[in-house]
């Protein structure tokens, strides 16, 4: 485990409020309810539930888009979110995030995204870089011995790239509202466009053109694709070639050929799969036969907050449940510098900083 958590790592799927701390969503439930703006006993027990389906996921995430509908508390979630996943050695972060616009706390998608940024801003015990060309901070590098038992110089930094997500039960109108912003904030580190939200929500149809527009203006897709069964959706999501996709859980034969043959890089997040009940059991998950062909793919967390887990533990468990060595997770760790969207200046610095770590 500590292993796990030393070596350096890449988070390529990873929802901003989903990965709220829960010392964080407990006591920002707990000031709504004293303020009676929700009844803190109806909240508490499925806060602390720790398996849930899929539906139920999503009946919190409506609790949580209650909780982080004010600017400074996502101004603080972010920065606590990116600082958490900095502790255990994340070197590079792709933080996804739906632009949430609410009239009645004078929330607009822009004003949320700049609430995120300042999140950025805020970070103090890490050096953040948002874009290749930020310079570094003077910090000496620090020297220790890995677990290699190399001596390597450490700079405590973790690049982050931003996703903007499209919610499902958005309108077309309101998708390209979420794309035209990601266009407009390119430079402050917003690097693609997620298709998510709630799987049964929604028409491919509504999203497709705000897709497509994304993809012609240069801006990296990643689509949630089958966490269910709606073949005729996945169908027309491989179709669509999207640089990534998340999960694609429930595939059938001919899709899951059309994947693989595809090799459209697959963000795997083992936890959430398990606990949202996508796939029956960690030892009957995909991972297994995806690894085994060589499939481009990234262990990813999704939601550390909702399902109580970390990148760390998430390598851990793929190591122990499907017996793969330290080389091979580092390996792993390391070619998920290659699928993440991130300028090529910076995949070849993250590459760097592993081969220094594994000289
Ligand atoms: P946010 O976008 O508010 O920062 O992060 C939470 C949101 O991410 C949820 O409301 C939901 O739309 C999306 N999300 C988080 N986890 C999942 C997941 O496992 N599947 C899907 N389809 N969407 C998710």
Not at 116 to 142: F, I, R
Not at 150 to 157: L, M
Request: include cysteine; proline fraction near 3%; aromatic fraction near 6%.
């Amino acid at each position: 485990r500590e292993w796990c958590r030393e070596i350096p790592k890449i988070e390529l799927h990873a929802h901003l409020n989903g990965s709220i701390r829960d010392s964080t969503l407990l006591e920002l439930a707990r000031g709504l309810g004293e303020n009676g703006i929700i009844v803190l006993e109806d909240v508490e027990p499925v806060i602390l539930k720790s398996s849930r389906t899929l539906p139920e996921c999503f009946e919190l995430f409506d609790l949580y888009h209650i909780i982080a509908t004010d600017h400074s508390t996502v101004t603080r979630i972010t920065k606590e979110v990116v600082e958490d996943f900095a502790s255990e050695n994340v070197i590079y972060l792709e933080l996804r995030t739906t632009p949430k616009h609410n009239e009645a706390k004078g929330m607009t998608k822009d004003s949320y995204m700049k609430a995120v940024m300042q999140g950025l801003n805020n970070v103090d015990e890490v050096e953040v870089v948002l874009n290749s060309t930020q310079t570094s901070s003077n910090e000496e590098p620090e020297t220790v011995i890995n677990s290699f038992g190399n001596e390597i110089k450490q700079t405590r930094k973790i690049h982050v790239r931003i996703l903007l997500s499209i919610d499902r039960r958005q309108t077309t109108e309101s998708a390209m509202e979420t794309v035209d912003l990601a266009l407009k904030l390119r430079d402050s580190g917003v690097v693609g466009i997620d298709l998510s939200g709630n799987p049964v929500v929604g028409q491919w149809s509504t999203f497709l053109p705000a897709l497509k527009y994304a993809k012609e203006q240069g801006l990296s897709v990643t689509l949630h694709c089958g966490e269910v069964p709606n073949q005729e959706e996945i169908q027309a999501m491989l179709e669509f070639q999207p640089e990534r996709v998340g999960h694609a859980c429930c595939l059938d034969d001919s899709h899951w050929k059309l994947l693989k043959s595809s090799k459209i890089p697959v963000e795997i997040c083992l936890t959430s799969n398990v606990r949202t009940e996508c796939v029956s059991s960690l030892d009957d998950h995909h991972f297994a036969d995806l690894y085994n062909e060589m499939h481009p793919m990234a262990i990813c967390t999704d939601d550390c907050g909702l399902f109580s887990t970390s990148l760390s533990h998430e390598y851990y468990i793929a190591g122990t449940t499907f017996g793969l060595s330290r080389d091979e997770l580092y390996d792993f760790a390391k070619n998920a510098v290659k699928l993440s969207f991130v300028e090529d200046k910076v995949k070849k610095e993250l590459l760097k900083i592993f081969d220094s770590y594994k000289r």
